[in-house]
T-cell receptor, first 109, second 115 residues
Framework: SQQGEEDPQALSIQEGENATMNCSYKTSINNLQWYRQNSGRGLVHLILIRSNEREKHSGRLRVTLDTSKKSSSLLITASRAADTASYFCATEGSYIPTFGRGTSLIVHP | DTGVSQDPRHKITKRGQNVTFRCDPISEHNRLYWYRQTLGQGPEFLTYFQNEAQLEKSRLLSDRFSAERPKGSFSTLEIQRTEQGDSAMYLC?????????????FGAGSRLTVL
């Protein structure tokens, strides 16, 4: 079973636009992470937000967390063709990060 | 250290055969995880180790699956009597452990195709 659910499942935008993807989860968490996966490769960690944090930034990434709504969002600003990948949220209650189904992002040059 | 290594990258086998995958984590990482990923899905947790101890196994891990981490270093995942439904990418990840968040470093994966 998968804890988080990303929305939308697929997103297609033009280079330079912003991309927003959302993650909803069901049970209480200690932290939430976002990972990226290029086709046929392993996942790469992007950013972590703890349950007592509401917003974090890293370069062109902005993550928010609303524990009352059990949801998080990942914003990629000024997208580039190289941002084309699948993005997964992972929630962690006790030592086991649990992944959603992911959002497939395509950025057209 | 160059990261998490997995071997082989690709494995094609016939139904009923046994296969074994190996994972070499980042050397100073105490925790090691195995996940399975099928097309269009996120990684599904299979099992994890804290040093050499296997601390949790998913219900997905049938008795045909076994994982080991001797001496708390590399790990192997063996699938016996493979079935077509076992076709997937098998991902290994490691993390430093401790009380902080588990930030996972993934390997490139081992893709299994069962004919």
């Amino acid at each position: 079973s998968q804890q988080g659910e990303e929305d939308p499942q697929a997103l297609s935008i033009q280079e330079g636009e912003n991309a927003t993807m959302n993650c909803s989860y069901k049970t209480s968490i200690n932290n939430l992470q976002w990972y990226r996966q290029n086709s046929g490769r392993g996942l790469v960690h992007l950013i972590l937000i703890r349950s007592n944090e509401r917003e974090k930034h890293s370069g062109r990434l902005r993550v928010t967390l609303d524990t009352s709504k059990k949801s998080s969002s990942l914003l990629i600003t000024a997208s580039r063709a190289a941002d084309t990948a699948s993005y997964f949220c992972a929630t962690e209650g006790s030592y086991i990060p649990t992944f959603g189904r992911g959002t497939s992002l395509i950025v057209h040059p | 250290d160059t990261g998490v290594s997995q071997d082989p990258r690709h494995k094609i086998t016939k139904r009923g055969q046994n296969v074994t995958f190996r994972c070499d984590p980042i050397s100073e990482h105490n925790r090691l995880y195995w996940y399975r990923q099928t097309l269009g899905q996120g990684p599904e947790f299979l099992t994890y180790f804290q040093n050499e101890a296997q601390l949790e196994k998913s219900r997905l891990l049938s008795d045909r699956f076994s994982a080991e981490r001797p001496k708390g270093s590399f790990s192997t995942l063996e699938i016996q009597r493979t079935e077509q439904g076992d076709s997937a990418m098998y991902l290994c990840a490691s993390s430093p452990g401790g009380l902080g968040a588990n930030v996972l470093t993934f390997g490139a994966g081992s893709r299994l195709t069962v004919l």
